[in-house]
């Protein structure tokens, strides 16, 4: 028995779960693990395994739970932690990804995303906790990866001077655009961190996971994440009726809310191409790879928008198109 499997299986005795049958589930993008626990009389519960070694502390999970409870989002509740070994028994809040739901039953698309997004509009009103703020420099900064890993990883060489002309043009492109107050921001709020729970009411039938990663930032964000998905194609359409049902309820200055949702889509996208290549190369994940069209193409629609027209044709040259050949330089 390893010493990992040894430090989970002390800490289920110690929370009389040592009898539970564990089960496997699919993880994230992090290193870290999860599990389904189910009780002999059928109650089940999830363990996270989060090594504070390669997944920092756990703590901020704990935190950001709890203050969505308290906004009435259905995140789950923390049931039994050792934070120094970076273990969580958390509520089972169930199967139903939206993600799965909806390849299931088309005709929940539209439900489940008016859902999602009347969510985004609730939470947007409640008082936003203390939280590492995501602003212009750090948003340009992450974005960078797109240079560092995406297109260092294909030409095989970094150029810092090439990243940090990259930086600072997009840092005064996001100053001029991402204003206004600033709001919790999940910055993974898609399709795959949401789970479908009818039998609650409001709000609450929106389950919400993988939020430890939580920042302040402009209202957009999360918007964004969620409807252009790089794991599941979003309709147009849709997206357009969300964005629009979104500033009815809210009644948030609409033209600065656009430019501002343009142009942090591309902010997120580029990244994305950034931090794909990175789990490829660094981690051996290479099934991200195959959700790199869909970026590419979520970024090409970005560098239409008038915003970024400054450094849109220049961004273009330079990141190469995600084709097979490219792709398979991101191999490990």
């Not at 704990?62 to 934070?83: C, M």
């Not at 859902?115 to 750090?138: N, Q, S």
């Not at 600072?168 to 996001?174: A, G, K, R, S, V």
């Not at 918007?223 to 948030?252: F, H």
Request: charged share 25%; with cysteine; glycine share 8%.
């Amino acid at each position: 028995m390893s010493n990992r499997e040894t430090l989970i299986s002390q800490f289920l005795q110690r929370t009389g779960r040592g009898d539970w049958q564990r089960k496997p589930l699919s993880g994230d993008a992090s290193q870290r693990r999860y599990e389904r626990l189910s009780s002999p009389d059928g109650r089940s519960l999830i363990l996270m395994d989060a090594d504070p070694q390669n997944c920092g502390s756990q703590k901020p999970f704990a935190i950001i739970a709890n203050y969505l409870r308290t906004q009435g989002v259905s995140a789950p509740a923390v049931l039994g932690e050792d934070l120094d070994s970076g273990l969580l028994l958390i509520e089972d809040l169930g199967n139903d990804l939206f993600f799965d739901v909806i390849a299931a039953d088309p005709s929940q698309e539209v439900p489940l995303y008016n859902a999602a997004t009347d969510l985004l509009a609730a939470l947007h009103k409640a008082p936003v906790p203390k939280l590492e703020p995501l602003g212009p420099r750090a948003m340009a900064e992450l974005s960078g990866l797109v240079i560092s890993r995406y297109l260092g990883g294909i030409t095989g060489t970094e150029d810092t001077k090439l990243q940090r002309k990259f930086e600072n043009q997009f840092e005064d492109i996001l100053r001029q655009n991402v204003r206004g107050d600033v709001v919790f921001v999940h910055r993974d709020f898609h399709a795959q961190n949401l789970l479908w729970i009818p039998d609650r009411e409001g709000v609450a039938r929106v389950g919400v996971i993988d939020f430890q990663d939580a920042r302040s930032g402009h209202r957009a964000y999360d918007l964004v994440s969620l409807l252009q998905d790089v794991r599941r194609d979003v309709p147009p359409a849709i997206e357009m009726q969300m964005i629009d049902r979104y500033l009815q309820i809210t009644g948030v200055e609409e033209s600065g809310f656009r430019a501002a949702y343009s142009v942090i889509g591309l902010q997120r996208n580029l990244r994305i191409l950034g931090v794909f290549a990175r789990l490829s190369l660094d981690f051996g994940k290479t099934s991200y790879l195959d959700l790199m069209p869909r970026v590419w193409r979520h970024v090409r629609h970005g560098l239409e928008e008038p915003a970024v027209a400054s450094l849109a044709d220049w961004l273009l040259e330079v990141l190469p198109e995600p084709t097979p050949e490219n792709l398979a330089k991101l191999r490990p």
